[in-house]
T-cell receptor
Framework: QQPVQSPQAVILREGEDAVINCSSSKALYSVHWYRQKHGEAPVFLMILLKGGEQKGHEKISASFNEKKQQSSLYLTASQLSYSGTYFCGGGGSNYKLTFGKGTLLTVNP | ETGVTQTPRHLVMGMTNKKSLKCEQHLGHNAMYWYKQSAKKPLELMFVYNFKEQTENNSVPSRFSPECPNSSHLFLHLHTLQPEDSALYLC????????????????FGAGSRLTVL
């Protein structure tokens, strides 16, 4: 069962904030976030390994609520370069990552 | 450029053709993966190799045949494919396989866009 991401798509103006959510019905040992621009490889953003852990990457940060099996990706003061599809990957009890369907983020000038 | 190179980037083939996709990494990684990316579907794990040994075949039809001659190269051999196999095939690598899935940070290639006519 893959993680469920919401929203499926979001459109922002440059400078606005966004939150992308990822929830799982299975126990998660880790959450990974990747971004894929059109025609390019998915690129690793960050990994969260512990419940309650928060990590930041420039103006992009994330949290992981292990009890709720949920993670959220926060994009603040969005830039045009943030446009792309964001994927969360849930890590279970083995080495496999199960990915959500992705959230398409479009940042307009 | 991520360090994982996939060729060809685009491939069109008939249902009776035989072709191969190639993936190469010189990141010093020991685990390599094939994923299938279809529109509006999650990334689907197909195969995993760890130190050249196959550790995962995620119920993939036999018309897809992987090969990993060394830790730097991964191939996906294709034969008698179906139109529904048309998709973006992504190769990825990670330093190693860890369980539970903690630090298997994946480095992806840009993918091979396959169209089956």
């Amino acid at each position: 069962q893959q993680p469920v991401q919401s929203p499926q798509a979001v459109i922002l103006r440059e400078g606005e904030d966004a939150v992308i959510n990822c929830s799982s019905s299975k126990a998660l040992y880790s959450v990974h976030w990747y971004r894929q621009k059109h025609g390019e490889a998915p690129v690793f953003l960050m990994i969260l390994l512990k419940g309650g852990e928060q990590k930041g990457h420039e103006k992009i940060s994330a949290s992981f609520n292990e009890k709720k099996q949920q993670s959220s990706l926060y994009l603040t003061a969005s830039q045009l370069s943030y446009s792309g599809t964001y994927f969360c990957g849930g890590g279970g009890s083995n080495y496999k990552l199960t990915f959500g369907k992705g959230t398409l983020l479009t940042v307009n000038p | 450029e991520t360090g994982v190179t996939q060729t060809p980037r685009h491939l069109v083939m008939g249902m009776t053709n035989k072709k191969s996709l190639k993936c190469e990494q010189h990141l010093g990684h020991n685990a390599m993966y094939w994923y299938k990316q279809s529109a509006k579907k999650p990334l689907e794990l197909m195969f995993v190799y760890n130190f050249k040994e196959q550790t995962e075949n995620n119920s993939v039809p036999s018309r897809f045949s992987p090969e990993c001659p060394n830790s730097s190269h991964l191939f996906l051999h294709l034969h008698t494919l179906q139109p529904e196999d048309s998709a973006l095939y992504l190769c990825a690598s990670s330093l190693e396989l860890r369980s539970p899935s903690g630090a298997n940070v994946l480095t992806f290639g840009a993918g091979s866009r396959l169209t089956v006519l």
